[in-house]
């Protein structure tokens, strides 16, 4: 927790003055600096509200408060999106070959110029999912036709589709027969663009279809006759199709398949001891025009401590869940977007010990299904503009207990190197202590190699500031806690110093313990405070031979 960390670090870098101006931007700084002989006595002091201090939270983050002036700590990421057509692909189409034939033969009849078949045909439309579409708005598309005729007469060939239309009007082509040698060939390709396609069932199978009516015309002229067998040979087939949108039932697609990574940035410094926050909340925020309904899965979500310990989230109360998607009636009303808000939080999961681990990271794996109530549930839509995106926030209420927690930070200490010159040195810190947590730290001082040298305090006088009192029916402060210390370094005790190249600051933190003497949950308002007051005296040698 970042914020914590800059308390304490301010606290302790005052003592070493000449980084404080470096790091901290206090406006409550001194500027006078007096000189006497021998003497040099540099005041300061200062003032941090805790709005303050988590502004210097992680750059990740997002500082806020509710309508009480609590403090809550967001994150923000997107876990995924993805849109319909990323997704649902409408096959090309390749027919069977059908023949228009002559049932019967004609000889040569002077009053017959014309010879005319009919035939409807019907046209197999397939997908891969258990689709049952009903209709298809396409985006683009292009029907494609190879005919042939072995008929020894010119001719037509009309074609309608009346399941196939542009504003209303069902689709027809006509190809001429110009050729009467029985050779005839051609090839002709329809653009489909902006029509819409409907698809009917064919009675006890899985198979959607759309017919197509031929009208054949022979021209005789009374000249040759028919022959039986003479036909007509038609291929055709679908393709480039995309859509605008499609109506239907969709099928049981498995939407997605995710497996991501987050890293949270508040809980990556070193950190010791049991801290709990009351109130965490994760939230999986979702925007959906994808008319269908969907499950989500979330098989694993696992966090990561700085030492790669685990721990998983039991979602088991809340796994797996639908969410909101538009009607049909929606789409009508150009209304296709619905937002759902999906509440992890302590009622239906563990996230409160799950974040009591603090998890620099978490893993998680999830996957979505359409229709897992399978057909018959609900009228689907698809349009090309549909997308789901869900996006996850973190919300960290600042109302948490904590028992004997601590946060560690190194820092380098090079104020002892000048030991000759000075005699000794004296501070005084006044702390006044807004915050509903016990306050103890200490600094531990090390050489180059990180060995132990010595303690800023000694075990028995490490300073401990007392929490504030809180009114128990507002959680506010009503009295802050307040403490002296007084720190003196003898020339003999700088000497011993001079080889410190480093401090561990450990800075404690404890909310009051409650009736049962278990750490008290208390909430932290932007109005917390923390005031301080320092003064540092330097006795100089006056014997120096560089005075």
């Keep these: 927790m970042k914020q914590y960390k800059i308390i304490f670090s301010i606290i302790t870098v005052i003592l070493f003055t000449q980084c404080m101006q470096d790091e901290y931007n206090l406006d409550k700084l001194d500027d006078d600096i007096e000189i006497r002989m021998g003497v040099l006595t540099p005041l300061a002091y200062g003032s941090l509200n805790f709005g303050d201090i988590v502004s210097e939270f992680d750059s990740s983050s997002f500082i806020s408060t509710d309508a009480d002036g609590l403090l809550l700590i967001t994150y923000a990421d997107s876990l ?18 059908f023949f228009i034939d002559s049932d019967f033969g004609l000889p040569p009849l002077p009053i017959l110029d014309t010879f005319e078949i009919n035939r409807t045909e019907s046209f197999p439309f397939t997908f891969g999912n258990n689709e049952r579409i009903d209709s298809m708005i396409l985006d683009e598309g292009s029907i494609n036709f190879d005919l042939t005729s072995t008929f020894l007469h010119t001719g037509k060939i009309d074609m309608v589709i009346p399941n196939l239309k542009l504003n209303g009007v069902a689709f027809t082509q006509s190809i001429i027969i110009n050729v009467d040698d029985g050779s005839f060939s051609e090839n002709t390709v329809a653009d489909l663009s902006n029509y819409t396609l409907q698809l009917n069932d064919s009675v006890g199978t899985d198979t959607m279809f759309f017919p197509v009516e031929f009208h054949v015309e022979i021209y005789t002229n009374g000249v040759s006759g028919v022959t039986v067998g003479d036909q007509v040979g038609i291929d055709a087939g679908l393709g480039n199709l995309n859509f605008e949108a499609i109506f239907g039932y969709i099928g049981d ?70 969410y909101a998607y538009p009607t049909i009636s929606d789409y009508t009303n150009n209304d296709i977007l619905k937002d759902t808000t999906i509440s992890i939080n302590k009622d239906n999961s563990n996230i409160s010990d799950f974040l009591a681990f603090l998890p620099s ?21 698809v349009s090309d503009e549909s997308e789901v995106n869900i996006g ?36 005084v810190l006044e702390v006044s202590n807004g915050l ?14 990180y060995n132990l040298v ?93 005075f």
């Design 253 to 322: 697609y498995e939407l997605v398949s995710e497996n991501g990574e987050i890293a949270l940035g508040f809980f990556e410094n070193p950190l010791d001891g049991n801290f709990r926050f009351e109130d965490p909340r994760i939230n999986l925020n979702i925007g959906n025009s994808y008319g269908v309904p969907t499950d989500i899965n979330i098989s694993r979500f696992t966090g990561f401590n700085n030492n790669q310990d685990s721990i998983v989230m039991d979602l088991t109360a809340r796994n797996p869940f639908g």
């Design 80 to 97: 995924f999106s993805f849109k319909a057509n990323d997704l649902l692909e409408i096959p090309s189409q390749d027919f069977f070959q």
């Design 454 to 546: 010595d303690s800023l305090f000694s075990e028995e006088y490490t300073p401990v500031i007392s929490s504030a009192t809180i009114d128990p029916s507002t959680s506010l402060v009503t009295d802050p806690g307040f403490k002296t210390s007084h720190i003196e370094f003898t020339n003999e005790d700088i000497t011993n110093l001079e080889k410190v190249r480093y401090g561990i600051i450990r800075a404690g933190l404890k909310t009051s313990p409650d009736s049962n003497g278990d750490p008290l949950a208390v909430k932290f308002f932007t109005d917390y405070e923390i005031d301080f007051n320092l003064s540092v005296s330097i006795d100089i040698k006056a014997n120096s031979n560089d």
């Design 392 to 427: 996850l926030e973190l919300i960290l209420p600042l109302w948490f207990s904590a028992d004997s927690f601590a946060l560690v930070d190194t820092m380098d200490i090079t104020f002892f190197e000048d030991a000759d010159y000075i005699d000794k040195v004296s501070i």
């Design 436 to 449: 509903p947590l016990e306050i103890d730290f200490q600094v531990f001082f090390l050489d180059s190699a």
């Design 361 to 381: 990271s978490f893993e998680y794996s999830l996957s979505a299904k359409s229709n897992p109530d399978g057909e018959g549930a609900s009228y689907n839509f």
